[in-house]
Protein backbone atom coordinates (compact mmCIF):
# COMPACT_ATOMS: atom_id res chain seq x y z
CA UNK A 1 0.00 0.00 0.00
CA UNK A 2 1.44 3.82 -0.89
CA UNK A 3 2.08 5.83 2.48
CA UNK A 4 2.66 9.32 2.68
CA UNK A 5 4.89 10.87 5.69
CA UNK A 6 5.24 13.99 6.16
CA UNK A 7 7.65 16.00 8.69
CA UNK A 8 8.33 19.39 9.86
CA UNK A 9 4.94 20.91 11.45
CA UNK A 10 5.56 23.22 14.63
CA UNK A 11 4.90 26.42 16.20
CA UNK A 12 6.22 29.48 14.84
CA UNK A 13 5.64 33.14 15.33
CA UNK A 14 4.52 35.10 12.46
CA UNK A 15 7.32 36.35 10.06
CA UNK A 16 8.88 33.28 10.80
CA UNK A 17 9.61 30.02 8.28
CA UNK A 18 9.16 26.38 8.05
CA UNK A 19 9.80 23.89 6.11
CA UNK A 20 7.43 20.69 5.45
CA UNK A 21 8.60 17.55 3.83
CA UNK A 22 6.19 14.09 2.47
CA UNK A 23 7.68 11.46 1.17
CA UNK A 24 5.70 8.46 -0.20
CA UNK A 25 6.70 4.85 -0.52
CA UNK A 26 5.04 1.83 -1.91
CA UNK A 27 4.22 -0.17 -5.17
CA UNK A 28 4.57 3.29 -7.09
CA UNK A 29 5.18 3.46 -10.99
CA UNK A 30 4.82 7.11 -11.31
CA UNK A 31 3.37 10.05 -9.09
CA UNK A 32 1.35 12.13 -11.42
CA UNK A 33 0.80 15.03 -8.92
CA UNK A 34 2.13 15.88 -5.13
CA UNK A 35 0.77 18.47 -3.40
CA UNK A 36 -0.33 20.35 -0.15
CA UNK A 37 -3.82 21.06 1.30
CA UNK A 38 -4.37 22.68 4.89
CA UNK A 39 -7.82 22.94 7.21
CA UNK A 40 -8.53 24.98 9.85
CA UNK A 41 -10.66 24.33 13.22
CA UNK A 42 -14.20 24.68 11.57
CA UNK A 43 -13.11 25.23 8.04
CA UNK A 44 -13.33 22.99 4.99
CA UNK A 45 -9.75 21.53 3.72
CA UNK A 46 -8.40 23.82 0.89
CA UNK A 47 -5.50 23.53 -1.77
CA UNK A 48 -2.51 25.33 -0.46
CA UNK A 49 -0.38 24.65 -4.21
CA UNK A 50 0.40 21.19 -5.91
CA UNK A 51 3.64 20.42 -8.46
CA UNK A 52 3.66 18.17 -11.37
CA UNK A 53 6.32 15.38 -12.37
CA UNK A 54 7.59 17.70 -14.88
CA UNK A 55 7.53 20.79 -12.39
CA UNK A 56 4.38 22.73 -13.32
CA UNK A 57 2.76 24.51 -10.05
CA UNK A 58 -0.14 25.70 -8.82
CA UNK A 59 -0.55 27.97 -5.65
CA UNK A 60 -3.34 29.56 -3.94
CA UNK A 61 -3.43 32.92 -4.19
CA UNK A 62 -3.42 33.28 -0.61
CA UNK A 63 -0.07 31.57 -0.37
CA UNK A 64 1.74 33.14 -3.63
CA UNK A 65 5.46 35.16 -3.32
CA UNK A 66 5.50 33.15 0.74
CA UNK A 67 5.00 29.47 0.05
CA UNK A 68 7.37 27.78 -2.55
CA UNK A 69 6.95 23.97 -3.47
CA UNK A 70 9.35 21.56 -4.72
CA UNK A 71 9.83 17.80 -5.59
CA UNK A 72 12.46 15.00 -5.79
CA UNK A 73 11.15 12.65 -8.12
CA UNK A 74 13.99 10.12 -7.73
CA UNK A 75 13.24 9.80 -3.84
CA UNK A 76 9.18 10.40 -4.17
CA UNK A 77 9.46 13.48 -1.88
CA UNK A 78 7.74 16.84 -2.29
CA UNK A 79 8.77 20.06 0.45
CA UNK A 80 7.11 22.90 0.74
CA UNK A 81 8.98 25.90 2.12
CA UNK A 82 6.78 28.32 4.30
CA UNK A 83 7.85 32.11 4.42
CA UNK A 84 6.42 35.02 6.12
CA UNK A 85 4.02 33.02 8.25
CA UNK A 86 0.64 34.45 9.16
CA UNK A 87 -1.50 33.41 12.26
CA UNK A 88 -3.90 32.42 9.46
CA UNK A 89 -2.04 30.11 8.38
CA UNK A 90 -2.31 28.33 10.95
CA UNK A 91 -4.15 24.75 9.93
CA UNK A 92 -2.96 21.08 9.94
CA UNK A 93 -1.52 20.49 6.61
CA UNK A 94 -1.92 17.41 4.36
CA UNK A 95 0.19 15.79 1.82
CA UNK A 96 -1.57 14.58 -1.50
CA UNK A 97 -0.42 12.58 -4.22
CA UNK A 98 -1.83 11.05 -7.38
CA UNK A 99 -0.21 7.59 -7.56
CA UNK A 100 0.03 5.29 -10.26
CA UNK A 101 0.55 1.44 -9.66
CA UNK A 102 2.60 -1.02 -11.77
CA UNK A 103 -0.68 -2.35 -12.58
CA UNK A 104 -2.84 0.50 -12.48
CA UNK A 105 -4.54 2.41 -15.74
CA UNK A 106 -5.63 5.38 -14.20
CA UNK A 107 -3.78 6.97 -10.64
CA UNK A 108 -5.55 6.90 -7.26
CA UNK A 109 -5.16 9.42 -4.68
CA UNK A 110 -3.25 9.24 -1.06
CA UNK A 111 -3.02 11.25 1.51
CA UNK A 112 -0.71 11.89 4.92
CA UNK A 113 -1.62 11.87 8.29
CA UNK A 114 -1.37 15.65 8.29
CA UNK A 115 0.91 17.55 10.42
CA UNK A 116 0.27 20.61 12.48
CA UNK A 117 1.25 24.37 11.58
CA UNK A 118 0.64 26.90 14.11
CA UNK A 119 1.63 30.61 13.68
CA UNK A 120 1.44 32.66 16.90
CA UNK A 121 1.09 36.37 16.11
Known amino acids: QVQLVESGGGLVQAGGSLRLSCAAS????????MGWYRQAPGKQRELVTV???????NSSDSVKGRFTISRDNAKNTVYLQMNSLKPEDTAVYYC???????????????WGQGTQVTVSS
Open 96 to 110: HAEVRGYDDYHPSNY
Open 26 to 33: GPIFNIVT
Open 51 to 57: ITSGGTT
